[in-house]
């Protein structure tokens, strides 16, 4: 498939200004900087410039308010995206993309046909790949690169297939996470600790990494009775780690497929389980620490819908906040998409006010298939299966009555997306922050003669 030259539409309904994921919120964003009404009443409450309703033009200088380097289109100021990152070798089989995270400064970026990592850094105004990670538990055909997770100087690796080294391979069991850490004078990553999964099912097939706690799903994991899937508190450090607790439920199913994990509190999906009509709604299991250590569920979250399906395929936590994909919701027709976003009340309990639905529904549409959060932005893709496979990320902005407002979208008829991607990972646009870029993950792109190298695509939300 010939690549086709990337076109970007921005479609805008807001006023120039500047995000910056790596910092908290600021409280003024919920109102005008001068108190002034936003008209019309949909329009967004930027801080930073002197009135709500201001937008930019084609004159408009691009100074220290707005986007400087960037572009006025459409009344947003847009800073200039970086280039898209192919696989170094281009023309192999790797699916570079099918796994990315980012700490805000770096990025991991898996390959699992390649089984290797690699670590992505800026350099200028362009990313560049520093490192490569591979390991003797990740040998070929072991998926290894199905999953990744970077905190800091720590970056966390799932083989999914792996049974250890000089072990064939095996699908549907095993399973093992590669752990490795920085030597920060010699700006080098070192392998440091191995675990093996204690129950197999492709243990490693999703992880979420915070300091010395790594959450591993094994979503094919026989662990207890009626029950399908299970994820795994990993801690350690050094070179020693160990799994300290298994949740499992016994209503999931295929629970594990995506995890993520912000301080005592863990967001775990899982794929099918019943809902309303359908046999596989899915779900996502909230777990808390408590101070004694004990991990125990606090909710299940599941929308009171009968048109969700494969809830909790992909989903972003940040704090009280969780944004789930998904894009088999069948709004009149299958897979339209939506997005939900759940907040947690004073009392610990989660609360969504229903699905965010794309703007023009469409069979095979596919909102939500990939998602990440960041306070009150959102980004959310879109892979149509109408148009070749081109993906579309939708970006939102939570307004002061907690609406979540479309202020943007942005796509790229390159991204040649195919749905279930490889070995079944049905999660294959993953996203990331780093900074003002948001980063998605295109396995699939630059495919031809049955090769797909891959690609991560940033996404500059500058102004937006």
């Known amino acids: 498939m010939a690549m086709v030259r990337t076109l970007w539409l921005v479609l805008s309904l807001a006023a120039c200004g500047r995000w910056n994921f790596d910092h908290a919120a600021d409280a003024s964003i919920d109102a005008c900087v001068t108190g002034a009404v936003c008209t019309p009443a949909t329009a967004v409450c930027w801080t930073g410039i002197a009135d709500c309703t201001d937008s930019c033009a084609a004159s408009t ?3 220290a308010t707005g986007c400087p380097g960037g572009t006025c289109a459409s009344g947003v100021c847009l800073g200039a995206a ?72 720590r970056i966390v690796v799932g083989s999914r297939y792996s049974r250890g080294p000089g072990m064939t391979p095996v699908s549907g069991a095993g399973g093992a996470i590669v752990i490795y850490e920085r030597n920060v004078a010699l700006d080098t990553w070192t392998e440091v600790g191995q675990v093996l999964g204690p129950d ?33 508190i990993v801690e350690g450090s050094g070179s020693v780690w160990a799994t300290v607790a298994t949740l499992a439920a016994p209503t999931a199913d295929r629970l594990g ?17 019943p809902g309303p009509v ?20 606090a909710q299940v979250l599941q929308p009171d819908d009968t048109r969700p399906d494969a809830f909790g395929q992909g989903f972003s936590l940040d704090g009280d906040r969780l944004a789930v994909g998904v894009p088999w919701f069948a709004d009149g027709d299958r897979g339209t998409g939506a997005v939900y976003v759940y907040d947690r009340d004073p009392s610990g309990v989660w609360q969504t006010a229903g699905p965010i639905l794309p703007s023009i529904p469409q069979r095979d549409g596919n909102l939500g298939r990939g998602i990440v959060v960041r306070g009150d932005r959102l980004f959310a893709t879109a892979a149509d299966w109408n148009a070749a496979g081109a993906v579309t990320t939708h970006i939102y902005r939570r307004q002061p009555d907690g609406r979540w407002l479309e202020v943007g979208q942005r796509v790229d008829a390159s991204g040649t997306e195919h749905g279930y991607g490889l070995g079944g990972i049905e999660v294959d646009l993953q996203m990331a922050i780093a900074g003002d870029q948001a980063i998605v993950g295109f396995p699939i792109r630059n495919y031809s003669a049955g090769r797909a190298p891959g690609a991560i695509v940033f996404q500059d939300a500058t102004g937006l």
Do not use: C
Request: proline share 5%.
């Open 257 to 273: 497929h995506f995890v993520q994990l912000s301080g005592d509190r863990v967001a775990i999906g899982s794929l099918w389980d």
């Open 61 to 63: 200088p691009l100074d």
């Open 200 to 232: 197999g099912g492709e243990f490693g097939n999703a992880l979420a990494l915070r300091g010395n706690r790594i959450v591993v799903g094994a979503e094919y994991a026989d662990t207890v009775p009626m029950g399908y899937g299970s994820a795994y």
């Open 82 to 153: 970086s280039a898209p990152l192919d696989h170094p070798a281009a023309g192999t089989n790797a699916y570079f993309g099918a796994s990315v995270d980012s700490d805000g400064q770096r990025i991991v970026v898996g390959a699992p046909q390649a089984n290797a990592a690699y670590v992505v850094e800026p350099a200028g105004a362009s990313w560049v790949v520093t490192a490569t990670l591979t390991s003797t538990w990740g040998p070929a055909a072991s998926l290894f690169g199905a999953a990744v997770a970077i905190d800091g100087d």
């Open 278 to 297: 359908s046999t596989e709604t899915g779900a996502v299991r909230i777990w808390e620490r408590s101070t004694s250590g004990a991990w125990s569920l």
